[in-house]
């Protein structure tokens, strides 16, 4: 028997979407801080209290 796991953690895919966002901005003014931004940006829409 499998078990499902309910309850992903889509903190990694925040950051990822936070980097993405941060790279094209990047491209577009060629000032390297938004790729940081982008991760914090990332990092705190993925951040969750834990419910336990």
Known sequence: MSK???NFDNS???IGVG???GA???VATNE????AVGVAI???LGWRKPKD
């Open 12 to 14: 990694g895919n925040w």
């Open 24 to 26: 094209a901005l990047y």
């Open 42 to 44: 990332g990092a705190a």
């Open 4 to 6: 499902e796991k309910k």
């Open 19 to 21: 980097v993405a966002i």
């Open 32 to 35: 390297p801080v938004w790729i």
